[in-house]
């Protein structure tokens, strides 16, 4: 392993994101979408206090952390004025109440019993905590998230929920060989995100479809992604301590 210097590093991180965000404008515009569409998410997961500053100063306005303890115990060194921080990792329910109300957004609701517990918390606090339901896209056992053919008849559960606002959809894709596959795994995201949205489901905002990690956001913003959360190609691989 290669041990950069934190200025080798920070000139890389410089770096990543003009690439990343010129590909990203570059498959909104082939989307019939521009640049400003589509949000780009810094995933933090094992990455230090002074990296994510440096990318928060290099133009990052939202963050997503795994863990609510990693977040917490790195949220006051970070520089979030003018930055949002998501939960993005799967959040059991003893550590509900430690989260709510101190991130914007929890991407990873994954059943009707972590939703309704975030809902009891958040009226608890007095906030309403915006929410983005996890889709098992891809069917898979090692996975968390709605199935398919379940989504709506439990987004709809889940709105009826006090304390919480559902805002969209996010899924974690499966590894595909095949461009083609991954672009027809994400036009089905889509299609679901369009298909709830359409139906105006009191409670039920379709406004944030969180698809597309490193390896694919490209592929994730010509089929509609309009937040992409990309970790190791802006800060590297992930060093695990």
């Known amino acids: 392993m290669v ?8 000139s890389a991180i410089e770096e990543n994101l003009k690439i990343i965000n010129d590909e990203i404008a570059q498959a909104a515009v082939k989307s019939g979408r521009t640049e400003n569409d589509v949000s780009l998410m810094a995933v933090t997961k094992t990455v230090e206090s002074r990296f994510i500053n440096h990318a928060i100063g ?3 306005k939202l963050i997503g952390e795994n863990k609510v303890q990693e977040f ?7 520089n979030l004025e003018g930055c949002k921080a998501h939960l993005i990792g799967h959040l059991q329910s003893n550590k509900v109440k430690k989260i709510v109300g101190n991130v914007d957004t929890i991407q990873s609701v994954d059943s009707v019993s972590i939703a309704k517990e ?4 958040s009226l608890e606090a007095g906030v309403t905590t915006n929410v983005l339901l996890e ?9 968390f998230g709605f199935s398919a053919d379940e989504l709506f008849e439990r987004a709809c559960e889940i709105a009826e929920t006090g304390g919480i606002s559902i805002n969209g959809l996010m899924c974690v894709a499966p590894i ?3 461009e083609a596959e991954i672009r027809a795994i994400f036009s089905n995201m889509h299609r679901m995100f369009i298909d709830i949205g359409a139906k105006k489901i009191d409670n039920i905002n379709m406004s944030v479809l969180s698809m597309g990690m490193s390896g694919d956001y490209k592929q994730a913003i010509l089929e509609g992604a309009n937040l992409v959360r990309v ?3 802006i800060f590297g691989a992930r060093i695990y301590r």
Do not use: T
């Open 3 to 10: 041990w950069l210097s934190d200025d080798e590093r920070f």
């Open 58 to 60: 290099n133009g990052i």
């Open 72 to 78: 917490l115990l790195k949220k006051d060194e970070l």
């Open 118 to 121: 975030i809902g009891k918390r």
């Open 135 to 143: 889709v098992n896209v891809g069917n898979e056992e090692s996975k």
């Open 176 to 178: 595909c060989e095949k």
């Open 231 to 233: 970790g190791s190609a």
